[in-house]
């Protein structure tokens, strides 16, 4: 079993850089896929990215790509979300998910275990 705590979440203005990190509690972290998702007032929640259990696949979602960058430390059982040029339109609650298969996977429904989520709010 996988517990997931995020944290690092709140208030930015546009522009600026925000990072998120997902605790993760079990020994076998290092086995698991990781992606974070998100959910805005009102609409479903959504892929932003996937990171596999060796780091070597990556995702991201389009509206993401070129500013957000995910990473995993298997040594201090984490992933993080680096944040860049945030905008108005990043505003969610940010979750982080597990995947116990390893691979970096962009469909919710691959996920076996959820974090209780953050909120990142963007400011104009």
């Known amino acids: 079993q996988v517990q997931l705590v995020e944290s690092g979440g709140g208030l930015v203005q546009a522009g600026g850089s925000l990072r998120i990190s997902c605790v993760a509690s079990?020994?076998?972290?290092?086995?698991?896929?990781m992606g974070w998702f998100r959910q805005a007032p009102g609409k479903e929640r959504e892929f932003v990215a996937a990171i596999s259990w060796s780091g070597g696949t990556i995702y991201y979602a389009d509206p993401v790509k070129g500013r957000f960058t995910i990473s995993k430390d298997n040594i201090k059982n984490t992933v993080y979300l680096q944040m860049n040029s945030l905008k108005p339109e990043d505003t969610a609650v940010y979750y982080c998910?597990?995947?116990?298969?390893?691979?970096?996977?962009?469909?919710?429904?691959?996920?076996?275990?959820w974090g209780q989520g953050t909120q990142v709010t963007v400011s104009p």
């Open positions: 998910a597990a995947d116990s298969s390893g691979r970096a996977a962009a469909v919710v429904a691959l996920y076996q275990h």
């Open positions: 079990g020994r076998t972290f290092n086995m698991y896929g």
